[in-house]
């Protein structure tokens, strides 16, 4: 591919010369900075590649975690800590693996498709560019713009990838890619096709050519494509009139007859397709599965369907598919559940424009709740042609930015902006009052509660509130002065966590700090999600640790200590690779040294050449804790023999005294030695093999910085200072045949991981055990306490969660997903969940006089891992006790039994009928307000 020149001019036209990386460092996080400080739409990013600017940022020594992506592996943050050599300065600015081989538009380079920020490339302001550019030269050059996205609360992003259009010329078929901006106006793109295809804008009519259907005339306006619903890589289609003047009564020059155009009605207008007819008649025991008496006022063929097809109203509804528009199946998933719970589908198939809010400002004036009706109306109406949600998808792009684009979402947090969205959009409540939250102060919980609801229906009144909010019972004790505050919250959702029974067997080196034995591995069994203080207790069981004793764990690395774990960390930190070992040590003091010893020998690169060798890390470090505060290099070398007497090989008494001569020989009589090459010279000491705890070894000691660079030799005289000292051994042939180096390097049990996992098949759990996690008493975090009111600070209160108010419709999500400081993990944990007959009495403490039994009527899967993923969904069809398969598009009919599977995400239940036969519907509004 040829590359076109798009170099960047400095301001003063000239190239800057080489600066320190120190004050190339400096220059671009200032600048940087300021770019942040003045973020408006319009403002110029360039594209770099990731991999250049990695050894750019190398170079100049930044810490790169801002532009990890938002799974950094360990590996990546390990490779910084382990580099001990200064790194190269990069060559020119190098973007040839980030851009596409197939278009180049213009001065505009396309991108390679699916490329991650953090990943594959970054965004570097235009003033950033700018000093690069001075500096490396290179390129291409990238330029894209920020945009704006959000109806509320703005929000700005870098249009990375411009839209991609299709062009189907209709005179010939021939086909043109148009890319243009998603916040370009329509008049925009018929400039462009115009200039394009060289013909005149009076002559021009530019449809929405989605799936191959004339779904929309594009007219020429000031709206914008990302309004209009145009998605990527879609077609429009050019019609040109050639010689022809248009007459009133419709026909050309030719008497041809010219194609009448309905425009999309005002967006204003809040006529709901159906709404009075279907209203007529209507009742809670209204079937909304008979299709035949829907009419409409108006007709709307947006996405290429007439919702009112006289063809399909004999079908039955609810079998529709969605299309998937690039990763909706999230989106897709979640729709296809609330379309398919009875009380949401019967409003929405009757006239709501009275509850429409347009007034309220935490809305979407009525256009998300529109968009929302008018896509269930098609879904129900439609028989089994497959539905694309492009309408619905920008009304959600816009209103929340964070679901736009074509990136894989959780469909956990879509149903929660939607069911709020649809609230908001629909409460009846237009001006809502100020209500001062009020205490328990020892009232009964009947009366707080019914007065806590009382309060939130004045401000909240929707169809949303009605059948899937319930209420909670939230008991806060302060630990201190015992302070009890009760309060009632209303609830959307269950969130439940998922208590996993699965074990991990661990295998740990444990190292003795006093050099009192030899390295021994450990193996104990671990719950799969504990944390290191579990491990800890585990591990000091199986080795008799004493009270005066304590283990440090420690993470090793390319044979250096990666990390330190705390007894808070995650074991879910740990990956099956990693190399976890443990310090035996006395408990000490706060205040005393730390040392930290790494091992490096030689080793040979080429078996043949007796000088080719190169001294590599090598070996488990070593760590031990020095009494005194103010140390010398006699007391490190004198603890480094106690410290590596258990390595020392015991030789049979046949052997000659040379043979028996230990290393343990001060370096300062091994620098008199004439021998260079590492044997023993006449000043060695002979030494038995039960004092060698009194010799100092004579190995090469150091201290290295934090890189592990060389500093400066340690000799009995030096003085050393620090909490932690760290120091590198150097290992001649002659310690290593002195030496069983073996116990450092490949003990028995422990070879390249830490630890294995136990491989068996994973225990399922009760949807109730979930529930009984949930609802346990547990303490608040050390970033969540409460401020107590009878102590007057804040406390770290204890939290007990009740269930006291249970919605008609009740959607419980699994958390599957969890979240640690180092890595994202993913529970496929099966959940034993009922389907028929899910009693939840024992756990509701109100005595409301409603059932607590639930029916399961829709499922949202979750297949696949983090970053990706598919998701799918479950739905029942009441009228005929049915269940079927939603993925995407695709509709299949599936068994009750096949329902229950380990990729369940989102459960939704319908309360069952009373004894008294009276359907949920009826009472649900009733109930919920009183």
Not at 196 to 225: C, H, P
Not at 547 to 555: T, V
Not at 801 to 815: E, G, S
Request: net charge negative; hydrophobic share 30%; proline share 4%.
């Amino acid at each position: 591919m040829t590359i076109p020149d798009t170099g960047f001019m400095m301001d003063n036209g000239a190239s800057c010369l080489p600066v320190p990386p120190d004050e190339e460092k400096r220059i671009v996080e200032e600048l940087t900075c300021k770019s942040e400080d003045n973020l408006k739409e319009g403002n110029v990013y360039y594209v770099v590649s990731n991999r250049w600017y990695s050894s750019w940022q190398k170079y100049v020594g930044q810490n790169n975690d801002q532009y990890l992506a938002d799974e950094p592996s360990l590996d990546s943050q390990r490779l910084k800590v382990v580099s001990s050599e200064m790194a190269e300065r990069p060559g020119p600015i190098d973007n040839s693996d980030i851009i596409s081989d197939e278009h180049c538009e213009g001065d505009h380079l396309e991108l390679r498709r699916m490329l991650e920020e953090g990943r594959d490339y970054v965004l570097v302001p235009q003033q950033v560019w700018g000093k690069l550019f001075g500096w490396y030269k290179g390129g291409p050059a990238l330029p894209r713009k920020m945009i704006s996205q959000g109806y509320h609360n703005k929000s700005y992003s870098v249009e990375v990838y411009l839209l991609c259009l299709k062009l189907i010329d209709s005179r010939d078929n021939s086909q043109s890619i148009i890319r243009i901006s998603r916040k370009a106006s329509t008049h925009d793109l018929y400039g462009k096709v115009c200039i394009l295809r060289k013909v005149e804008m009076a002559k021009v009519n530019i449809w929405d050519y989605f799936d191959k259907q004339k779904t929309a005339l594009l007219d020429r306006s000031n709206k914008t494509l990302e309004e209009e619903n145009l998605q990527m890589d879609q077609d429009i289609l050019l019609e040109v009139q050639v010689g022809v003047s248009q007459s009133r009564n419709g026909m050309d020059s030719t008497r041809n007859d010219l194609a009448l155009v309905v425009l999309e009605p005002s967006r204003s207008s809040m006529t709901i397709a159906g709404g009075p007819t279907m209203s007529n008649g209507h009742s809670s025991g209204y079937n909304f599965y008979q299709r035949s008496g829907l009419s409409s006022s108006s007709s709307n063929t947006e996405d290429g369907y007439d919702v009112l097809n006289s063809a399909n109203k004999g079908e039955r509804g609810g079998l529709a598919g969605l299309q998937n528009l690039g990763n909706t199946c999230f989106m897709n998933s979640a729709i296809q559940c609330l379309v398919h719970t009875t009380p949401i589908v019967e409003y929405f198939l009757q006239d709501y424009t009275e509850d429409m809010n347009m007034e309220n400002p935490l809305g979407m004036r009525g256009e998300l709740a529109l968009a929302f009706g008018e896509l269930l109306r098609k879904l129900w109406s439609s028989g089994r042609t497959t539905i694309a949600p492009r309408a619905f998808k920008g009304k959600l792009a816009r209103f929340a930015p964070q679901f736009s684009g074509y990136n894989q979402h959780d469909s956990q947090e879509l149903l929660a902006f939607l069911l709020d969205g649809l609230h908001e959009d629909l409460n009846r409540v237009k001006k809502k009052p100020y209500i001062e939250a009020k205490d328990s102060d020892g009232r009964p919980d009947q009366e707080v509660a019914d007065e806590s609801w009382k309060y939130h229906m004045a401000r909240n009144d929707s169809i949303i509130v009605d059948v899937c909010q319930g209420q909670y019972k939230s008991t806060l004790v302060c630990p201190v002065c015992g302070k009890i505050s009760i309060t009632f919250d209303p609830f959307m959702y269950l969130t439940l966590p998922l208590p996993s029974s699965v074990t991990r067997t661990m295998t740990v080196t444990m190292f003795f700090g006093d050099g009192s034995a030899l390295p021994m591995p450990y193996t104990v069994t671990m719950p799969k999600h504990g944390c290191c203080k579990d491990l800890t207790q585990r591990l000091g069981a199986a080795c008799c640790l004493r009270a005066d004793e304590c283990l440090l764990l420690a993470e090793v690395y390319e044979h250096r200590i990666y990390r330190y774990l705390d007894h808070s960390s995650d074991l879910s930190s740990i990956k099956d690779e990693d190399y976890i070992v443990a310090y035996r040590l006395p408990k000490v003091a706060a205040g005393r040294t730390k040392v930290e010893i790494t091992h490096r020998w030689l080793e040979r690169v080429v078996p043949d050449t007796l000088k080719s060798h190169e001294s590599k890390l090598s070996g488990t470090p070593l760590v031990m804790y020095l009494a005194k505060d103010s140390l010398c290099g006699e007391d490190i070398l004198g603890a480094l023999g106690k410290v590596l007497s258990p390595l020392r090989r015991v030789y049979p008494p046949s052997k000659s005294s040379s043979e028996k001569e230990s290393s343990f020989v001060s370096k300062d009589r091994e620098e008199s030695s004439s021998s260079s090459n590492g044997q023993s010279g006449p000043g060695n000491d002979e030494m038995e093999e039960d004092d060698s705890s009194s010799e100092l070894p004579s190995f090469q000691i150091s201290l290295v910085d934090d890189r592990g660079a060389n500093h400066k030799p340690i000799r009995r005289d030096t003085v050393i200072s620090g909490q932690t000292v760290k120091i590198m051994l150097d290992w001649t042939q002659r310690e290593l045949e002195l030496y069983d180096a073996s116990y450092l390097t490949d003990l028995p049990e422990v070879h390249k991981s830490g630890f294995t996992v136990k491989k068996t098949r994973q225990e399922a759990i009760s949807l109730f055990s979930c529930l009984d996690a949930f609802l346990k008493e547990e303490p608040l975090g050390p970033d969540d306490m409460w401020y107590c009111p009878g102590c007057k600070e804040h406390r770290q209160a204890t939290k007990k969660l009740d269930l006291w108010k249970l919605p008609d419709i009740l959607v419980v999500h699994l958390k599957r997903f969890s979240y640690s400081r180092y890595l994202k993990n993913k529970l496929d944990t099966f959940v034993n969940f009922p389907i028929h007959n899910l009693d939840l009495t024992k756990y509701v403490k109100s005595n409301d006089g409603q059932s607590h039994v639930y029916g399961l009527y829709a499922v949202s899967n979750h297949y696949g891992g983090l970053g990706g993923g598919h998701y799918t969904a479950y739905a029942k069809l009441i009228d005929e006790n049915r269940w079927y398969h939603f993925d995407d598009s695709h509709v299949s009919p599936v068994s009750e039994a096949d329902v229950r599977t380990s990729a369940a995400y989102l459960l939704f239940y319908q309360r069952v009928k009373t004894d008294s036969g009276v359907r949920v519907g009826e009472t649900s509004r009733s109930h919920m307000r009183s």
